[in-house]
């Protein structure tokens, strides 16, 4: 088992990735805890067995018709399956060489039967000072393969969210520079990486000259204004394969935010656009979380500006662009 964690199952933490796979199963990865940082994968499956697996017992299983701990192999009807007293719902998936470094708050998600992750606050041993990072890694579940794809010479950040459209990931905003102890550093650029290539590409909006978006940087790609204020502990979401990357919400140097804008990746050049909707909408929240099913955005938790924790449920209709609450 990854270290700190129990044989079983992965331990209380926070600050990890979690990323749903093709097939029903969802993965957790990395963390922070009262016992530090931690680099382990774990898997959770789901999805119900195909009827090829559906003997007493039988499941399907990170894609595959097998027998968990706890079960045994039968055959009911001429058909294979498994018994089961007990069925272990966790299972750890570590690379076979386990070589990335402690880390949390990175951004990850699902690609091809891979994990790919970009960025976060990383530490090389439990004593050691926690540093940000821009590397890009890839583990390839099939065949239990880790891989740095690029180096940490890139655009550093945590506290970013990063999701896969097409085939790049796509990540915005965060705690940008090496250096974790400054905590003024948000930044409000977007960072894509071919997943194919293993290249990346830096998006700032037009007329940025800080450490991280360096207006004499002529690998930049200039995004037209107006574009979302520096933050981190937003929410993002992407869309019903429509390209649209969301962001609402978040903590930037003034205090909670309240605003939901889109970037149109599938758009060249991309561009921002503010979604400016009427009805009961959220107050400004930082560390929310936002999901987009269909035509309709939800948006649930995070923490006021008065420091109280919500615990509405808001619904903006991306058609109408009116919000209601359960509230």
Not at 185 to 201: E, H, I, K, P, R
Not at 240 to 255: E, I, L, M, N
Not at 304 to 310: L, R
Request: hydrophobic letters at 35%; charged letters at 15%.
């Amino acid at each position: 088992a990854a270290m700190g964690d129990s044989a079983a199952q992965p331990k209380a933490r926070w600050c990890h990735a979690l990323m749903a796979g093709d097939d029903g199963t969802f993965y957790i990865h990395g963390r922070s805890s009262s016992e530090g940082f931690g680099k382990g994968y774990w898997a959770y499956a789901q999805q119900e067995c195909h009827s090829s697996c559906s003997a007493t017992g039988g499941e399907c299983f990170l894609g595959t018709c097998a027998c968990r701990a706890g079960c045994e192999q039968s055959v009911q009807n001429g058909q294979s399956g498994c018994s089961c007293s007990a069925l272990v719902e966790w299972t750890p998936v570590d690379p076979v060489d386990n070589s990335q470094p402690l880390i949390a708050d990175q951004g990850t998600d699902f690609y091809d039967g891979s994990i790919v992750s970009f960025g976060g606050l990383v530490q090389d041993d439990v004593d050691a000072a926690k540093v940000r990072t821009a590397a890009v890694w890839e583990h390839d579940l099939s065949s239990r393969t880790l891989t740095q794809k690029i180096a940490a010479a890139g655009p550093v950040r945590a506290y970013h969210e990063s999701y896969v459209i097409g085939h790049k990931l796509w990540s915005f905003g965060g705690k940008c520079g090496g250096d974790p102890t400054v905590n003024s550093g948000y930044c409000n650029d977007v960072v894509s990486v071919d997943l194919v290539a293993w290249t990346w590409q830096q998006y700032c909006p037009t007329g940025t000259d800080t450490d991280w978006c360096n207006a004499t940087d002529s690998s930049i790609e200039w995004v037209a204004t107006p574009a979302p204020e520096p933050r981190y502990a937003h929410a993002s979401a992407i869309g019903d394969g429509d390209g649209r990357f969301y962001v609402f919400g978040g903590a930037s140097s003034s205090g909670a935010l309240a605003d939901l804008w889109y970037l149109g990746t599938q758009a060249s050049p991309a561009a921002w656009t503010r979604i400016d909707a009427t009805g009961t909408s959220p107050p400004a929240l930082s560390a929310p979380r936002i999901a987009v099913a269909g035509s309709t955005l939800f948006a649930f938790g995070g923490k006021g500006a008065d420091g109280a924790y919500s615990d509405t449920l808001y619904e903006l209709d991306l058609e109408s662009l009116v919000w209601t609450s359960d509230a």
